[in-house]
């Protein structure tokens, strides 16, 4: 069965400071990988996502992320963080069975202190 | 572009009460999804609808849970009789044919 770990609940950064939120998967077949962005009583938000193609892939909000195959990653990166970018942050894989569902990690908090 | 929206926003009531929450998705989008989100953990889908048929609503509680969209637009999520583990946020969300999914606000639901 597909499924994403996050294995930090919280990560704290400085703002300036480059961020990293981490994500591994399991999947069988072809991993579409995808990361949103929750802030507080909001929906979630699009923020990228991995199908094919090249291993960085850039989204929204200037956030970026690296899909490693040998190590099953894909870690959300930004060069430099800002205070407004603290907020949940969750990984997801597409299902299977090609049904377009995502299942999404656990999440994990960002906060970036000023 | 209009987004997924969703309504009420927020909802308390006790339990063995029913609640019912609506959605409407995006124009065009013909995939709809109802995910549960509990407090510290990632939402988890309960229904996916393609048009008006259902594809998936192999984790939604039968006994309580139903949902429908009829004209493949809109859609109802009920809950019937409420319990006190059901109180989460209620996310609607649809897709376009690039995969990625837009979610709504979502409806916060309280159970007392």
């Known amino acids: 069965a597909q499924s994403v770990a996050q294995p930090e609940d919280q990560v704290n950064v400085a703002e300036g400071n480059p961020l990293t939120v981490k994500c591994t998967y399991s999947?069988?077949?072809?991993?579409?990988l995808f990361w949103y962005v929750q802030y507080p009583n909001r929906g979630l938000q699009f923020l990228l996502k991995?199908?094919?193609?090249?291993?960085l892939v850039k989204g929204s909000y200037g956030f970026e992320a690296e899909f490693n195959k040998s190590q099953t990653s894909f870690h959300l990166k930004k060069p430099s963080a800002l205070v407004s970018d603290s907020a949940l942050y969750f990984c997801?894989?597409?299902?299977?069975?090609?049904?377009?569902?995502?299942?999404f990690g656990q999440g994990t908090t960002l906060q970036v202190k000023p | 572009e209009a987004g997924v929206a969703q309504s009420p926003r927020y909802k308390i009531i006790e339990k063995r009460q029913s609640v019912a929450f609506w959605c409407n998705p995006i124009?065009?989008?013909?995939?709809l999804y109802w995910y549960q989100q509990i407090l510290g953990q990632g939402p988890k889908l309960l229904i996916q609808?393609?048009?008006?048929?259902?594809?998936?609503d192999s984790q939604l509680p039968k006994d309580r849970f139903s949902a429908e969209r009829l004209k493949g637009v809109d859609s109802t999520l009920k809950i019937q009789p409420a319990k006190l583990e059901d109180s989460a946020v209620y996310l609607c969300?649809?897709?376009?044919?690039?995969?990625?999914?837009?979610f709504g606000e979502g409806s916060r639901l309280t159970v007392l």
């Open positions: 969300a649809s897709s376009s044919i690039t995969g990625e999914l837009f």
């Open positions: 999947v069988s077949g072809n991993p579409y």
């Open positions: 991995y199908i094919t193609g090249d291993n």
């Open positions: 997801a894989v597409r299902d299977a069975g090609n049904t377009g569902k995502l299942i």
């Open positions: 124009s065009g989008h013909a995939t």
């Open positions: 609808f393609q048009n008006n048929g259902v594809v998936d």
